[in-house]
């Protein structure tokens, strides 16, 4: 499924696709539940409020120039990729593996990972790396929770947003 256009509004259920998913547009909202891309999930758009609900694929790929809206929950992706400007990046009850690589940061923002707020980012290299997760913005709130692999994802375990307000 490719899909370019100037705006757009995607809403999509239980669907499986055998390569990428992928859309460009300037303004883009868009909504995946229980669904899975072989090859990729793509989005890249200026603005972008993007929902993913148990989605599995290869990779998450995220290109956002301005604003990020970002929630998945309860998703699998092998290597993940999200650049922003400024927004919320929010991954929830995400299951990760001991030999996952992480490069998380936000230049002026928050990064939070498994409930620890992370001064200056995090970044985590294990030997033999044979994932990526890699989420970076100038001035976006991020928070990360893992769930590991043989856990049911409980949404309890999140924790609440902090108000910078």
Known sequence: IDI???NCSVSVDGIAVTDKFKTTSEKCVMSVRNSSA?????VESASAKIELDSVTSE???VKSAEEIDLVT??????????TGKEGKIDFRNTPGGEKT????????G???VD????EGGFKKTPEESDALIKISAES?????????PDETPDPGETPAPENNG
């Not at 690589?101 to 002026?108: E, H, L, N, Q, T």
């Not at 409930?115 to 992370?118: E, F, P, S, Y």
């Not at 976006?140 to 590991?148: D, E, F, G, M, S």
């Open 38 to 42: 072989a090859a990729a999930v793509s």
């Open 110 to 112: 928050t990064v939070t």
């Open 101 to 108: 690589a992480y490069d998380i940061s936000s230049k002026s």
């Open 115 to 118: 409930g620890v707020r992370a």
């Open 59 to 61: 990779l998450l790929e």
């Open 73 to 82: 929950v309860g998703c699998s992706f092998r290597n993940t990729d999200v």
């Open 140 to 148: 976006a709130q991020i928070t990360y929770t893992n769930t590991a």
């Open 4 to 6: 370019e256009t100037k």
